[in-house]
């Protein structure tokens, strides 16, 4: 075995284990956001509206959306990756397993903490995520490929998506309130800051501090 297999063999270990340990974090701080009751992002408000309305529990929702979103991919002609299609099923899954195990908080101090440990625990899994670098969430893939197409700005695209996911999910009966607001303004620093911290070196070449251009940082 050469010396350069043997390097690659350890790099790729860390790589998967960051993918994976980071779609389980943010299922998990997404269930966070669920049991503290004060407000969801913005693609869980969505989810959580359209499980009140179905019956189906919100991991599975976030499932469904998330290989909808997928076969958007096919007329913006996104390539998903390893990451890409591991985000529609793992997130959702840790998600359900995290709302089986965690009981309901009760009182305003107690839902404050477990919000903050969602919008925390979120910008950690995103750091651990995005630097494994196996390609972007279907929904940041989405909105890439309309600012391709569309040649409007990243910042624009992606306030629209929100916007829309948001109003949509609201009307059909998801929880929008001061954690909204708050996942809102905390979690780009978040995720930049834990981007960096779980960054990946490139086998002896410049370390992945920073995603691809173009590319947006949140794996949902």
């Not at 709302?99 to 908080?105: F, K």
Request: aromatic content about 6%; glycine content about 14%.
């Amino acid at each position: 075995m050469s010396t350069t297999t043997a390097r690659k063999r350890p790099h790729l270990t860390r790589r998967l284990i960051q993918l994976y340990a980071g779609l389980a974090l943010y299922g998990t701080s997404s269930a966070l956001l669920v049991v503290a009751g004060l407000g969801l992002e913005p693609w869980g408000v969505l989810h959580q509206g359209l499980a009140e309305r179905t019956g189906i529990t919100i991991g599975v929702v976030s499932i469904i959306i998330g290989a909808i979103v997928l076969l958007l991919w096919i007329p913006l002609r996104q390539r998903p990756g390893l990451g890409t299609v591991s985000n529609v099923f793992a997130v959702g899954i840790a998600m359900d397993g995290t709302l089986a195990l965690v009981p309901d908080v009760h009182g305003p101090a107690a839902r404050a903490g477990v919000m903050a440990a969602g919008i925390v625990l979120n910008g950690v899994a995103t750091g651990l995520y995005i630097a494994a670098r196996f390609g972007p969430g279907p929904r940041d893939g989405l909105m890439t490929g309309l600012h391709r197409r569309t040649g409007r700005s990243i910042r624009l695209v992606r306030t629209a998506i929100e916007a829309a996911v948001v109003v949509t999910g609201f009307l059909l009966g998801g929880s929008l309130g001061i954690g909204t607001v708050l996942y809102a303004l905390a979690i780009g620093p978040l995720a930049q800051f834990f981007l960096r911290f779980f960054a990946i070196p490139d086998n002896g070449g410049p370390t992945a501090a920073t995603p691809p251009s173009g590319q947006a940082i949140l794996p949902q």
